[in-house]
């Protein structure tokens, strides 16, 4: 049974910072494309960062260049993104994606999904 929990969200001002885990399992997580992607309310979901099984490449999308990390574990089946310099735009329920085919920020690509983890960034 494939699972993703995800964890560490939470409230912060303006200029913080939080750090996402994703804890995997149910299936081969170091031979899977791996991403995160957000969406606020009212609006469509948001790749964010993407990484490749060997943990070697990444790609953001342009907001969070230079703010935000992916990284990842193998030994521990585990994701993470670091989120620094916050802002109020970053607010959103945050969800890891498990995907066999690509390093992407195209939702439709990703097979297995987290339920989320909520990150409000007050002003």
């Known amino acids: 049974q494939v699972r993703l929990a995800e964890s560490g969200g939470g409230s912060v001002q303006a200029g913080g910072s939080l750090k996402l885990s994703c804890v995997a399992s149910?299936?081969?997580?170091?031979?899977?494309?791996m991403a995160w992607f957000r969406q606020a309310p009212g609006k469509e979901r948001e790749g964010v960062a993407s990484?490749?099984?060997?943990?070697?490449?990444?790609v953001y999308v342009t907001s969070v260049k230079g703010r935000f990390t992916i990284s990842r574990d193998n030994a521990q089946a585990t994701l993470y993104l670091q989120m620094n310099n916050l802002k109020p735009d970053d607010a959103a329920m945050y969800y890891c994606?498990?995907?066999?085919?690509?390093?992407?920020?195209?939702?439709?690509?990703?097979?297995?999904w987290g339920q989320g983890t909520q990150v409000t960034v007050s002003s």
């Open positions: 994606a498990a995907s066999p085919r690509m390093m992407t920020l195209t939702p439709t690509v990703f097979d297995y």
């Open positions: 149910g299936y081969a997580y170091s031979s899977y494309f």
């Open positions: 990484i490749s099984p060997s943990g070697r490449s990444t």
